[in-house]
């Protein structure tokens, strides 16, 4: 079965850029989407098809996508950011999700 | 304002039967595919099913595969899972999710999603 493997924990100063990847088998030939989960809550899609973000997810949230890997970016993260962030692609019409990475902002 | 309401969890005995279900407002229901969601505790978020604005297009993931069935009403705007034959593996916060297409519930993201509805399985 199709995996998706992310890294458990990233760090990141506030006002620093985050970066977030994704990695599975030719992940670049999907579409890769990314959910921020905060504690409680139930998670919010914050990028679509790669690069595409929700209306309402500002602007500081991006994506990309190629050969193995997709990697989410925050540019100017912010304390609300610290979340666990999942990747999630579609393999034979079976969603898969990575194993979620919790971001740290200190 | 999309809303969905998950309702139906509780603690349930291993291999006895549960049914889930999702009521849906703030958009067109019909024309959407949904999908339900699984996190168990302290834990990542597992696919469990996926359906087609018409019931024409239905999956499963492995785990649940011959053992749960997902259904919808388009005409009361809700969602359904039947789950038999529970196993302790199967307790998690199941969400409700929607799909952004409708003609086929695969390869679309969830954009919008539930607060969940927590299933126990125990003896």
């Known amino acids: 079965s199709y995996e998706l493997t992310q890294p458990p924990s990233v760090s990141v100063s506030p006002g620093q850029t985050a970066s977030i990847t994704c990695s599975g088998d030719k992940l670049g030939n999907r579409y890769a989407c990314w959910y921020q989960q905060k504690p409680g809550q139930s998670p919010v899609l914050v990028i679509y098809?790669?690069?595409k973000r929700p209306s309402g997810i500002p602007e500081r949230f991006s994506g990309s996508n190629s050969g193995n890997t997709a990697t989410l970016t925050i540019s100017g993260t912010q304390a609300m950011d610290e979340a666990d962030y999942y990747c999630q692609a579609w393999d034979s019409s079976t969603a898969v999700f990575g194993g979620g990475t919790k971001l740290t902002v200190l | 304002e999309v809303q969905l309401v998950e309702s139906g969890g509780g603690l349930v005995q291993p291999g006895r039967s549960l049914r889930l279900s999702c009521e849906a407002s703030g958009f067109t229901f019909e024309d959407y595919a949904m999908h339900w969601v699984r996190q168990a505790p302290g834990k990542g978020l597992e696919w469990v099913s996926g359906?087609?604005?018409?019931?024409?297009?239905?999956g499963y993931g492995d785990s649940v595969k011959g053992r749960f069935t997902i259904s919808r009403d388009n005409a009361k705007n809700s969602l359904y899972l039947q789950m038999n034959s529970l196993r302790p593996e199967d307790t998690a916060l199941y969400y409700c999710?929607?799909?952004?297409?409708?003609?086929?519930?695969?390869?679309?993201?969830?954009?919008?999603w539930g607060q969940g509805t927590l299933v126990t399985v125990s003896s």
């Open positions: 999710a929607k799909g952004n297409t409708g003609y086929s519930y695969a390869n679309s993201p969830f954009d919008y």
């Open positions: 359906i087609s604005w018409n019931s024409g297009s239905i």
């Open positions: 098809q790669d690069t």
